[in-house]
T-cell receptor, first 113, second 110 residues
Framework: NAGVTQTPKFQVLKTGQSMTLQCAQD?????MYWYRQDPGMGLRLIYY???????DKGEVPNGYNVSRLNKREFSLRLESAAPSQTSVYFC????????????FGNGTRLTVT | EDKVVQSPLSLVVHEGDTVTLNCSYE??????LLWYKQEKKAPTFLFML????IEKKSGRLSSILDKKELFSILNITATQTGDSAVYLC??????????FGKGTRLSVIA
């Protein structure tokens, strides 16, 4: 009963390094999302994919790219990490029907030095 | 622009107290209001409210929606230290992403 699985759980990067955060869901959900969570800022949407083959920008997309690899997997890439990207990143998914709740992964804590 | 505002931002209560958390929303094509509880890790789903005046209840937690006044409340009775968490509410318009409030941090002290 895995639900939404994110890897890695923790990561430390130096400024300018790149990395990809992985997310997979086994609930056959159509829609997948990437959020970042910072103290006092709540959850902010970075990118989302309403269905396989589509991606859209959210509130804070700058500095990130995404790939909806297939229906199960949605990755988030930082091409050149900056200290401002230090945050906790959450992946989430839902069926995509009008009244379906989001299911979250356990998050990735990223520190950029 | 859609927005969700939660109040208070933080709250400290003693075990046994009853608390009310507030959530007001302005969401285009509103369909439902969702509540989540976030402890150390991922937010976990509590309630989804779609109709005004119908209370959703789970143990000591209950929630209700007022679609005329555009708000929802989450009540927790007989609070316990395990209720300490950040409570998030989110507005749902259907096919677009949920709009989250910034959360209310509840601390329950023994």
């Amino acid at each position: 009963n895995a639900g939404v699985t994110q890897t890695p759980k923790f990561q430390v990067l130096k400024t300018g390094q790149s990395m990809t955060l992985q997310c997979a869901q086994d609930m056959n959900h159509n829609s997948m999302y990437w959020y970042r969570q910072d103290p006092g800022m709540g959850l902010r949407l970075i990118y989302y994919s309403a269905s396989e083959g589509t991606t859209d920008k959210g509130e804070v997309p700058n500095g990130y790219n995404v790939s909806r690899l297939n229906k199960r997997e949605f990755s988030l890439r930082l091409e050149s990490a900056a200290p401002s990207q230090t945050s906790v990143y959450f992946c989430a998914s839902r069926t995509g029907t009008h009244n379906s709740p989001l299911h979250f992964g356990n998050g990735t804590r990223l520190t950029v030095t | 622009e859609d927005k969700v505002v939660q109040s208070p931002l933080s709250l400290v209560v003693h075990e046994g107290d009853t608390v009310t958390l507030n959530c007001s929303y302005e969401v285009t094509n509103f369909r439902s209001l969702l509540w989540y509880k976030q402890e150390k890790k991922a937010p976990t789903f509590l309630f989804m409210l779609t109709s005004s005046g119908i209370e959703k209840k789970s143990g000591r937690l209950s929630s209700i929606l007022d679609k005329k006044e555009l708000f929802s409340i989450l009540n927790i009775t007989a609070t316990q230290t395990g209720d300490s968490a950040v409570y998030l509410c989110a507005g749902n318009s259907g096919n677009t992403p949920l709009v989250f409030g910034k959360g209310t941090r509840l601390s329950v002290i023994a």
